[in-house]
Nanobody
């Protein structure tokens, strides 16, 4: 079993920066695909933000490319998301997620296997 816990999110003004962290535990986590997803208010869909496979290969959603950076520390089982140039449209509940390697190959289209409880990020204009 894998457990994931996100750090507390926050509220910042547009143009600002915020870093999210996720602490994971569980056997084999270092071999898993890991990523960040988000749910925008009023939209039930959980969409991909960014993901990274066990080798460090990253995938980003188009709307965050150049602004967000995902990174992982496999020794510590942690995952981070550095978010810069934040926009009101980035306001969402952010979820840390992990899954078997094929989840990264699928680019998040098939979901993930384990989820954190989520952390709220609010960006004001």
């Amino acid at each position: 079993q894998v457990y994931l816990a996100e750090s507390v999110g926050g509220s910042v003004q547009g143009g600002g920066s915020l870093t999210l962290s996720c602490a994971g535990s569980g056997s084999g986590l270092r071999t898993f695909c890991m990523g960040w997803f988000r749910e925008v208010p009023g939209d039930w869909k959980r969409e991909l933000v960014a993901m990274v496979d066990k080798d460090g290969t990253t995938t980003y959603a188009d709307h965050v490319k150049g602004r967000f950076t995902i990174s992982r520390d496999s020794d510590k089982n942690t995952l981070s998301l550095q978010m810069n140039s934040l926009e009101p449209g980035d306001t969402a509940m952010y979820y840390c997620a992990a899954g078997w390697a094929g989840r990264c190959v699928a680019g998040g289209r098939n979901g993930m296997d384990y989820w954190g409880k989520g952390t709220r990020v609010t960006i004001s204009s």
